[in-house]
């Protein structure tokens, strides 16, 4: 496995601290789709014994990022262009549903926050020194503050789980200014609808932002499984 040793904290239980240290690995690519996880060699790195390795590893199943290889054996997940598809088009539902709920029970504070995170994505689009993990990190404050307004915590965490299994297959294409141009526009309009309390036209538009990510995501996941260059310069905003 290609993981560094690593001191546990010891702030939290051991098996709770593996689990957080190996799902970090699994969702920032630096272990990649299909690398086996060994027991022993896990418990190596860490110092510690087999039993809370085997419970991280458990938790680390139930969330779908690891799974039983064909030749035995547990594996960070890899997906196939249909389960790309798939994890998207659920993704694309749920977030529609989370903003039909959060148009009627948004406060104005939410409202004010996400006009704040859409004006901090123009000065960017428009040439502000920004790097591309604040590009992400305000999308990502954007969708979880729209989360949140829906008052559905289940729906929040739902969506969260799916964003991480989705985002881990790529690299941002944040530095795509067509698509962000196109993001931070229909970020606008779903903020417009969630102020008027338009339950039917925020689920819309925000179905209608995801289907428009799901498709650049999936062009970008077909040319980086052929052999063609990838012209994208790498995850979706959305």
Not at 87 to 101: D, F, H, I, S
């Amino acid at each position: 496995m290609p993981l560094e040793p690593v001191t546990l904290p010891g702030r939290r239980s051991r098996a709770q601290e593996l689990y957080n240290w190996l799902r970090a690995a699994i969702l920032s690519g630096e272990l990649k789709p299909h690398e086996r996880l060994v027991e022993t060699s896990i418990a190596d790195l860490a110092s510690v014994s087999r039993t809370p390795v085997r419970e991280a590893l458990h938790r680390l199943e139930v969330d779908g990022l690891i799974g039983e290889g064909e030749n035995g054996g547990l594996e960070v997940v890899g997906f196939s262009l249909d389960e790309l598809a798939d994890l998207c088009a659920v993704r694309e539902t749920l977030e529609g549903m989370a903003a039909e709920l959060a148009a009627v029970s948004r406060s104005a504070m939410e409202i004010a926050t996400l006009r704040s995170l859409v004006a901090l994505e123009e000065d960017a689009h428009g040439g502000a020194d920004v790097s591309i993990e604040q590009l992400i990190e305000m999308n990502h404050s954007f969708h979880e503050t729209l989360w949140r307004a829906s008052r559905n915590r289940y729906l929040a965490d739902e969506l969260k789980h799916l964003r991480s299994l989705i985002e881990r297959l790529q690299e941002s294409t944040l530095r795509s200014a067509d698509r962000l141009e196109q993001a931070i526009s229909e970020h606008k309009a779903i903020v417009d609808a969630l102020e008027t309390r338009d339950s039917a036209l925020a689920g819309e538009l925000t179905r209608r932002h995801f289907r428009n990510a799901m498709a650049r995501r999936l062009a970008m996941y077909h040319s980086s499984t052929t052999d063609a260059p990838n012209t994208w310069p790498a995850t979706t905003v959305g």
